[in-house]
């Protein structure tokens, strides 16, 4: 591969990782497969594929299996490549056990490991853990509470991780806790219109006592007010 070309596939894994990073799915994985076209060996590119392709299979697996499995092995694939090209980086080992979780959580048992042993401070390590708790148990408050922990433990590392706070406030909102699982969708959500877009609709899936259209039309209102004013001095009863 020429200076040229090496260099491109360069440009276009770093712009396929800011695209993802700011949240365009789609154009993150246009870049990162034609890095990886141009350079087979493209680490970045082969990375934000993976991520991408896993994206796609939560996105998809509970609507239309088919493409669920689909992208779950274009992930698995991808992130075998990354372990193939930096095996002592622990991100690629995540990235593996990403792609493994709910198709062998065995599998992404053993992956986390490493990843954690080779980087055991990191809070992504600790989000991957707590999804692998969640869908390797038999779903219930022990294993909620499991995993709740590895989330807190997250937090503890990077209180800002977006991730984490997904997660945890998902969780806070399944148990009833609705007020405190919103204001983590939202410091999740940061200054991201999208993300703060999308959080009555988030919340409304996954309680479904917020389906009754007062109730939703609560939620919208104390995640508008609390766009505008610090989450921590707004107290909405969203369920009364």
Known sequence: MSGDENESADRLGSAALAAWRTGDVMRAGELASEAVRVDPDSLVGWQVSTRVAVAGSRRVEHDNQIRADKYAK??????????????????????????LIRRDNKGAGAALDRAMRLDPNNADM?????????????????AYTVADHMLHRALSLDPDNRGALT????????????????RRLLAAAGDDPAAQAAIPEAVRAIDPRLRNRRIAVAVAIFVAVAILKSVDTVLVDLIG
């Open 167 to 182: 997660a945890l406030g998902a969780s806070e909102i399944r148990r009833g806790r609705t007020e405190e699982g919103t």
């Open 126 to 142: 600790y989000v991957a853990r707590a999804e692998l708790i969640r869908a390797t148990e038999a779903p219930g408050t022990a």
């Open 74 to 99: 274009t992930a698995l694939r991808a992130a075998r490549r990354c372990v193939e090209l930096a095996p002592d980086d622990a991100e690629n080992h995540r990235l593996l056990a990403l792609a």
